[in-house]
């Protein structure tokens, strides 16, 4: 299908070159709306690798971009913001059918002490109340889990980073055509205490991993999932971290199963991109669709 999309949105040229098909004009008729909370600092690769995802649905969806009222980036050119992206507070949560929360780069932080912390959390509880269904991904799973459930992120010694194998945990609809084993990118520094989240009443582990651990967890009824990876990455884009790091002097280790024979001189060999798919489309079609009755996220 197609994905509308604010025109000028430089993801349109982009995805063009992919055969990605996106619409600017108001004339489309999109059966979905969907609200993305951009936290990440390269707010245009991740715009666009959302959409990317999105518009490989076979439901017509507009999307519509978010910033936080109370934090200045400083890695987006600002008029590329002010042109595209709304302030929360400016439009009303009912508006929506489904929305999506961004990973941010803040994960050593104490929740609390994130300059948006507070309208984050505001913007969660409104969420809650009037949206479908939300993808919080992951640092926002985490933020997610502790606002929501006072379930506490567990810090690593290094940066988590790599493509591991998954399997499905406990079914539901979102995992709906998942392989037995599949494939997700990981990039993060913290973690959860795996008999924690078992142990809570209204979530339950959809998906993890041996190497990675936890990969989804959803809310019973499918109001809500937390993902830890992101398998919505493009192919370099672990690269461009792995590289950026290199060149600060961080001493990262090289991504886990990602570069061909793990040797950065070699091209990533991309096995993430099917599950990717299936992931958003079976959120927007059993979860998001006012039409879908919700697949219910049961405990096993």
């Known amino acids: 299908m197609a994905v509308l999309v604010p025109s000028g949105l430089p993801a349109v040229e982009a995805l063009s070159c992919e055969g990605v098909r996106t619409v600017t004009t108001t004339g489309f008729k999109a059966s979905l709306r969907i609200g993305v909370l951009n936290l990440m600092p390269l707010k245009i690769n991740a715009e666009t690798d959302l959409i990317r995802l999105l518009a490989s649905s076979p439901l017509p969806v507009e999307i519509a971009l978010f910033e936080p009222a109370t934090h200045t980036s400083k890695s987006t050119p600002a008029e590329h913001l002010r042109r595209f992206y709304n302030k929360f507070s400016s439009v009303g949560a009912g508006e929506f059918d489904g929305f999506i929360i961004t990973g941010a780069p803040v994960e050593k932080i104490a929740f609390e002490d994130v300059d948006y912390w507070q309208e984050l959390c505001a913007i969660m509880d409104m969420l809650k109340r009037y949206v479908r269904s939300t993808l919080y991904i992951c640092w926002a799973a985490f933020a997610g889990l502790y606002h929501h459930y006072a379930i506490d992120k567990k810090l690593f010694d290094k940066k988590f980073s790599g493509v591991f194998a998954h399997s499905v945990t406990t079914p539901c609809r979102l995992t709906d055509g998942f392989d037995d084993e599949f494939y997700v990118p990981h990039s993060r520094f913290v973690g959860f205490d795996r008999s924690e989240v078992a142990s809570h009443p209204q979530l339950c582990i959809v998906a993890e991993s041996a190497e990675s651990g936890i990969y989804i967890i959803g809310e019973k009824g499918g109001r809500d999932f937390f993902i830890t990876g992101h398998s919505e990455y493009a192919p370099m884009t672990l690269d461009s971290e792995y590289r950026r790091d290199v060149a600060k002097a961080l001493d990262p280790a090289v991504p886990c199963n990602y570069y061909v024979?793990?040797?950065?001189?070699?091209?990533?060999?991309?096995?993430?991109?099917?599950?990717?798919?299936?992931?958003?489309?079976?959120?927007?079609?059993?979860?998001?669709?006012?039409?879908?009755?919700?697949?219910?996220?049961t405990r096993s």
């Open 261 to 297: 024979d793990d040797n950065p001189a070699n091209a990533p060999a991309v096995r993430w991109r099917s599950h990717a798919r299936l992931l958003f489309n079976n959120w927007l079609n059993h979860y998001v669709s006012p039409d879908a009755v919700c697949g219910v996220v």
